[in-house]
């Protein structure tokens, strides 16, 4: 009885052929030499990571240092403002919250140290530095202190 062998595609008949090839002079070299091969392939590899990953790493701006009362010069004034916190619908230049002033107007609110968004819909007299938003449309207050008025 005749059997068909399965059929191999040339590449993979290749690729067989090419593995066979290695294993045998791998397996003919000195301790030493295998050592010395596997080492050098472990450091090459290392430095394709580090080279690709100087290459391919995204640029990251340097965060803004969080504001602090002690360190502001006599250029910034702080500023004081009593109104009612309340959440943008889209938040805006990193505010997610503005003080909506007596006099209709809203100023947005910013802050790294104080957790803003316990205050929504609380009346409170807020102070910090005050800055132009990029657009020059609207003011952001960037929070040092923030009091709960009482309902006196």
Known sequence: MVSNPPKISPLLSRLKAFFATAETRLSAMPRRQVILLVLGLALGFALLGVV????????????????????????????????????????????????????????????????????????????????GTADGTEQILFVNSIQIKSND
């Open 52 to 131: 690709f990953g100087i290459i391919l790493t995204p640029y990251n701006p340097t965060s803004t240092p969080p504001l602090d009362s002690d360190t502001t010069n006599g250029d910034d004034q702080l500023a004081s403002y009593t109104g009612i916190v309340r959440a943008l619908g889209d938040p805006k230049e990193g505010s997610a919250y503005y003080l909506e002033l007596e006099e209709g107007k809203r100023i947005l609110l910013r802050s790294t140290a104080i957790d803003i968004s316990f205050l929504e819909d609380a009346s409170v007299t807020a102070k910090g530095v005050v800055a």
